[in-house]
């Protein structure tokens, strides 16, 4: 009976649900793809993999050669799957460091305008009139989806899916918001990657009109579709309510500023040692500068 493992991030248990719904009968082991503090760890990673006849992985596609991953099993196929990322429904959203030891600040999702306020030394008050529709606007947030599709669509092409890109995103396009963040993709996207996997490892392309549903193990953070970004994306709905992790909600701009402020005063963080990871901070300056100095 053929055995698949699921080597991904967060996609892991999704992915690997869906292709357990599939594959009927088949053995589907979820394996979640670590970060190795080791050579031991690897080879210890390595050889689990060894009973399997299908790897799909998010990454370490080199353990493949490394550990004669195909002469442990005759047969044995590696299947790349890509990471879905998409920022068009959540522009705002960033990682933030600590400048002082170039850790993230944890919770690790920050809105950009609010580490850009109090980086600036805004008070909430101020950090909180911020998010319009114009500032919106001129960040570029209301142009995000082009941007997006393109990097996707080299993510597929990068991991040997160039040519089952279109039957993911004409797909999710249709149903709307399909991302929880940035990068924490909701179930029906999984099911559509899975089913693409699938076909990549012998399905019918009938594998497309069957009705599969997995629960949900990515709901416990979600960012807001901000309402302006919601209408500019000609999308229903749209909100300012946060969910940061188990019981933390909150509904409001001006709360989620008060939360966020908090957070970088408790773990003593000044203004002056925050920074936006992973992003050029140069058109928030432009765009919030001058209004930052109105405000003052």
């Not at 959203?93 to 980086?119: D, F, G, K, Q």
């Not at 509904?251 to 008060?258: A, L």
Request: with cysteine; net charge negative; glycine share 8%.
């Amino acid at each position: 009976m053929p055995h698949l493992v699921i080597s991904s991030n967060c996609q892991t248990a999704g992915l690997a649900a869906t292709l357990a719904e599939i594959f009927h009968g088949n053995v589907v082991t979820p394996l979640p793809l670590p970060q190795f503090a080791n050579d031991g760890e690897e080879a210890q990673f390595a050889e689990q993999l060894k009973s399997a006849d299908v790897w799909v992985s998010l990454g370490q596609f080199g353990l493949v050669e490394k550990y004669r991953l195909r002469d442990a099993k005759p047969g044995f196929r590696l299947i790349k799957a890509p990471p879905l990322g998409f920022p068009a429904f959540h522009p705002d959203l960033c990682y933030a460091r600590r400048i002082s030891t170039n850790e993230l600040v944890v919770p690790h999702y920050n809105s950009a305008i609010v580490v850009w306020a109090y980086r600036n030394g805004l008070s909430p008050e101020d950090a909180a009139r911020l998010f319009t529709r114009s500032n919106y606007e001129s960040l570029g947030y209301l142009d995000a989806w082009g941007p997006s599709v393109a990097h996707l669509r080299q993510v597929f092409a990068n991991f040997d899916m160039r040519e089952e890109f279109d039957k993911f995103y004409l797909h999710m396009k249709r149903r709307g918001n399909f991302m929880y963040s940035i990068n924490h993709p909701r179930s029906d996207a999984l099911v559509q990657l899975g089913k693409i996997i699938a076909t990549k490892i012998g399905c019918s392309k009938d594998v497309y009109e069957q009705d599969i549903q997995i629960s949900d193990g990515l709901t416990d953070v979600i960012w807001p579709l901000y309402p302006e970004v919601a209408d500019g994306l000609a999308l229903e709905g749209g909100s300012y309510q946060w969910k940061l992790g188990g019981h933390l909600r909150m509904e409001g701009v001006r709360n989620y500023v008060d939360f966020a402020y908090n957070n970088y005063r408790t773990v003593g963080i000044e203004p002056a040692d925050i920074a936006i990871a992973y992003f050029d901070e140069s058109r928030l300056d432009a765009v919030l500068g001058a209004q930052a100095r109105t405000a003052r």
